[in-house]
């Protein structure tokens, strides 16, 4: 069989296309391993920081992540847990608001979901409660709840002691709570590492789930007399609306603890979850947070 000089020059053509369009194709995916090797590690103010891959636990990114420090309001995270971890729970079982919880709410100056003493509320809409108005009252309704004794004391303890096992369990060696909602006597600190790993062993709750992503809610509640009320509740998590993907988690902040956050989101089907703790200011905690997970989805 005889090829003429065209059929040679088609030939030499092909090969020549095909050869250069597979270099391209090599080339863009070795540049864009590179990028990914060479992406600048992100600068954040918090003192503080760490992210990691929600499916498979690997680190992401790192700063002080072992470093124990104050956690704020974060610690209602594990408070939530440990409510949801309770053996045949009844989400729809009802509270009956004490004056102890608005007493303690007033002496500490905390944050309150503004419960009304003599209410019913029911252990769900304690959770929003807790967590999207970050009610201290809340927290503290919860663990009256699920805490073990005689008295309201004793079962505020056992309630705490639940929150340190729920930590052990985890393999946490940085962690300790000594307080159902932040405001502690001191002993209260995680890390950025083991706050992001107690989140993401919460966020295996669906209720957890649906609680952390909601931006406000409205809960009708029955009253002293057997009437009803509407309680509303706005979260605390800005990153809901400010950020693509966001599903929680849950802010924090005080003297110590300054500006904390723990956050997750979700892009693409992979879910990344972190946490910043000891930010400057509500505003660079924000964009701590933004820095390091928009670093985390690209690697």
Do not use: E
Request: charged letters at 20%; proline letters at 2%.
């Amino acid at each position: 069989m005889k090829i003429g000089i065209k059929g040679i020059n088609r030939v030499t053509a092909t090969a020549t296309v095909a050869l250069t369009a597979g270099a391209v194709i090599a080339g863009s995916a070795f540049a864009s391993t590179a990028q990914a090797a060479t992406l600048p590690n992100p600068k954040i103010t918090a003192a503080g920081g760490y992210v990691m891959n929600n499916g498979t636990a690997k680190s992401l990114f790192a700063k002080t992540a072992d470093t124990r420090r104050s956690t704020g309001s974060t610690t209602k995270i594990m408070t939530a847990k440990v409510v949801l971890s309770q053996k045949n729970l009844n989400l729809d079982s009802k509270v009956t608001i004490q004056k102890a919880y608005s007493d303690y709410i007033v002496s500490k100056g905390a944050s309150s979901a503004r419960l009304i003493v003599g209410d019913k509320v029911t252990v769900r809409q304690l959770l929003y409660g807790l967590m999207l108005p970050s009610g201290c009252d809340a927290a503290y309704a919860l663990a009256d709840k699920f805490g073990s004794g005689s008295t309201r004391a004793a079962r505020v303890k056992s309630f705490i002691g639940k929150m340190n096992a729920q930590a052990k369990s985890l393999g946490l060696k940085n962690t300790h709570f000594d307080s159902f909602d932040g405001i502690g006597k001191g002993s209260n600190y995680s890390t950025p590492r083991d706050l992001t790993k107690i989140a993401s062993s919460a966020m295996k709750h669906s209720t957890f789930r649906s609680v952390v992503k909601t931006k406000s809610t409205k809960q009708k509640v029955t009253t002293k007399s057997g009437g009803y009320r509407y309680m509303s509740w706005s979260n605390t998590n800005t990153m809901l609306s400010s950020y693509s993907g966001a599903i929680g988690v849950k802010t924090g902040s005080g003297p110590t603890a300054k500006y904390c956050l723990v956050f997750a989101a979700t892009r693409n089907g992979k879910t990344v979850i972190g946490t910043v703790l000891a930010s400057t200011s509500a505003a660079n905690r924000s964009a701590d947070m933004k820095k390091i997970m928009d670093y985390s989805f690209k690697k």
